[in-house]
């Protein structure tokens, strides 16, 4: 069954693979599932076609058949549950992994997003310089919590799963703050998911899109 999601016609980050379609593109590398993209534009995210996928107007989606998904959590644990390669066999290991990705997205996610807000969509405004060194120390409360965990484990638990595909895409969105560099070990726990070939092959497929001269 074909399975389609969509993707930003032109993605903000102008290709750094940050746009959530990367994660679902990564999961279905590692799944060995082929996959077509339907590109959105801004406007067409918020008419009723697309808010018929996405009741909130964003993108990703996933249709597969007449099984249509939007939240990348949400996507990337189908997927994981179908195909092999995402979750571990042993039923305990799969739980545990299930609970990494709801870390990732809940936990760790949630401040690099306040992070985000603050330095973009906050940065004309006069409270920035006073929020900005709160919210950053909130992301590093975080980030030792979880190195701490991570130890000197090359995954979260165990071997690679779809906890770690969602906790180094969140982590990847710190890139641009130097936010990571202070934390070695996940930044190579980042790294470590960047060089996988499934992530090198989803990264390319946007970036494709990305890079290319506008119509
Ligand atoms: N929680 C959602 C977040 C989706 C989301 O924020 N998508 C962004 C792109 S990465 C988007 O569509 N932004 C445009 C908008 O909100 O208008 C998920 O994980 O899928």
Redesign the pocket.
């Known amino acids: 069954m074909t399975i389609t999601i969509t993707a930003?016609e032109r993605s903000p980050d102008g290709g750094k693979g940050?746009?959530?379609?990367t994660r679902v593109r990564w999961a279905l590398e590692e799944a060995g599932l082929p996959y077509e993209v339907r590109l959105v534009s801004?406007r067409a995210?918020?008419e009723a076609a697309h808010l018929a996928l996405n009741p909130?107007?964003?993108?990703?989606t996933y249709e597969e058949g007449d099984l249509a998904l939007?939240?990348?959590?949400a996507?990337v644990l189908h997927i994981a549950e179908r195909h092999p390669g995402l979750f571990p066999a042993d039923a305990n290991a799969r739980a545990r992994a299930i609970t990494w990705m709801f870390a990732a997205?809940n936990t760790v996610e949630l401040p690099i997003l306040e992070l985000v807000t603050v330095k973009l969509a906050e940065g004309d405004k006069p409270w920035k310089a006073a929020r900005l060194p709160l919210v950053e120390d909130r992301v590093r409360a975080r980030l030792n919590q979880l190195a701490a965990r991570l130890g000197d484990g090359d995954w979260l638990d165990g071997g690679f799963s779809a906890g770690d595909l969602l906790m180094v895409s969140v982590l990847l969105r710190l890139r641009p703050s130097g936010l990571l560099n202070e934390f070695p070990s996940l930044d190579a726990y980042v790294a470590r998911g960047e060089a996988r070939p499934a992530y090198q092959r989803a990264f390319a497929a946007q970036l494709a899109i990305n890079a290319a001269p506008s119509p």
Not at 18 to 21: E, I, K, S, V
Not at 56 to 60: A, K, N, R, T, V
């Open positions: 930003f940050l746009a959530r379609d801004f995210m918020k909130f107007g964003q993108i990703p939007f939240e990348t959590g996507i997205l």
